[in-house]
């Protein structure tokens, strides 16, 4: 019976420090501006920002100067077709190519067409002519404009060309002569063909990542600061287990981000238009180990933060690795492979991955099971890593007590009898 109490006893005392430890790390949370950033201010309008940034996925009436050295029907067919195009329009006529670099310097223009002056004459003369296309690079949707425009321009003029030198006699003859393959181009999941459906699902999730692991190491940092001993656990009759110290903590912070993932994964995809067909409780199952395994890795990742100002610098540092690595923004299949393998040890790679397949192309839980799978497995490895570390930094703090405790004795002057 005594035994039985015994145990409930500890578990009893175990709860109530794990509670204690969590209230007094909201406490942390709250008084510390820079976590206050990281964890509530930063998740909040960085979406914002980055989705407003990406939202208008699709440019109209990009200006274009045009350069007709052939003045020919021909050439005025090529301009008038391609300033009709809704992407397009021939803002300028320019003599040389210098005066249209002058204007695209100004950002007058965003692209330069040039028909040279032999275009209509090789045409005639069943030759092959060029026309040049130069676009402002800066601009990726505006390069996409402009040069689509006059792909899709040059495409329909040679298919008239061919057929005005076929002399078919039916409409079937020339329908075959132009497209012997007929095809139908269907956009999969992203109908505008946009950067913002392509890429803002991906940065949402790694906002959470390193916003995470920003304010679990500046947590750490000035706990370290404002320890005596420059340890990262305090000298406390609470912080003495080793699981209750890593659950307290952790519960803090998956209490924040519970709200602030629903925030970043269900409303701002919605506010801005993005695609989101995803079902929420898939999204949700596969939030529950992400976040998990990003607060047990930022908490392993914390104990070697010895001053505040050092997680900014490696944070900030790797986020855009950590980009690159997930494959959204470079091919997967490009990547070395050892960089795949470090790719492995992050929970933003497999995150990101699991959620853009359910967000964006409907996938279920099912169809993630890799990516489910490996998010448990780091939860799980870096919970205990996190608490040998925890352990150790336990002890040294134990240690260093125990000894200047006994410095204190030496110390005290000895009375005579």
Not at 211 to 232: Q, S, V
């Amino acid at each position: 019976m005594e035994k039985k109490e015994s145990l409930r006893g500890r578990i009893r005392q175990g709860l109530y420090d794990m509670c204690y430890i969590w209230w007094k790390e909201v406490q942390n949370l709250v008084k510390d501006e820079g976590v206050v950033i990281f964890f509530f201010i930063v998740p909040l309008l960085y979406p914002l920002l980055y989705s407003w940034a990406y939202n208008n996925e699709t440019v109209r009436e990009v200006p274009v100067a045009v350069i007709d050295h052939c003045n020919s029907n021909m050439s005025r067919t090529f301009i008038r077709n391609y300033d009709a195009s809704p992407d397009v329009k021939v803002s300028y006529y320019c003599t040389n190519l210098d005066e249209a670099r002058l204007l695209m310097s100004k950002q007058k223009v965003y692209g330069i067409i040039h028909i040279p002056s032999e275009f209509s004459s090789n045409l005639n003369r069943m030759e092959q002519s060029h026309i040049s296309v130069y676009c402002n690079m800066g601009f990726m949707l505006y390069y996409k404009a402009i040069f689509q425009a006059a792909t899709s321009v040059a495409t329909d003029m040679n298919s008239k060309i061919q057929i005005s030198k076929a002399g078919n006699f039916t409409e079937y003859e020339d329908e075959i002569l132009t497209q012997p393959l007929a095809y139908e181009e269907v956009p999969l999941f992203n109908s505008a063909g946009g950067y913002g459906s392509f890429v803002i699902p991906g940065v949402l999730i790694l906002v959470l990542q390193q916003t995470l692991l920003l304010g679990i190491g500046l947590a750490a940092g000035t706990a370290r600061e404002t320890n005596r001993y420059r340890n990262l656990v305090p000298v406390s009759r609470h912080y003495h287990g080793i699981f209750r110290i890593v659950l307290g903590k952790s519960a803090c912070y998956a209490m924040v981000y519970a709200i602030i993932t629903a925030y970043e994964v269900l409303v701002v995809p919605r506010i801005f238009n993005f695609i989101h067909i995803g079902d929420p409780a898939a999204i949700f199952a596969i939030m529950v180990p992400f976040i998990l395994a990003c607060i047990f890795f930022g908490m392993l990742f914390s104990c070697v933060i010895r001053y505040r100002e050092n997680v900014i610098l490696l944070i900030v540092f790797t986020s855009l690795p950590f980009l690159f690595l997930t494959g959204i923004s470079w091919p997967q299949s490009n990547i070395p492979g050892v960089w795949q393998g470090i790719s492995w040890l992050i929970p933003g790679t497999f995150g990101v991955r699991a959620f853009i397949r359910i967000n964006s192309m409907g996938a279920t839980l099912r169809d993630v099971g890799f990516e489910y799978t490996i998010l448990w497995l780091q939860v799980i490895v870096y919970f205990f890593l996190a608490c040998l570390v925890y352990r150790r930094q336990v002890k040294l703090a134990m240690d260093q007590n125990e000894s200047d405790s006994k410095s204190k004795e030496s110390l005290e002057p000895v009375t005579a009898p």
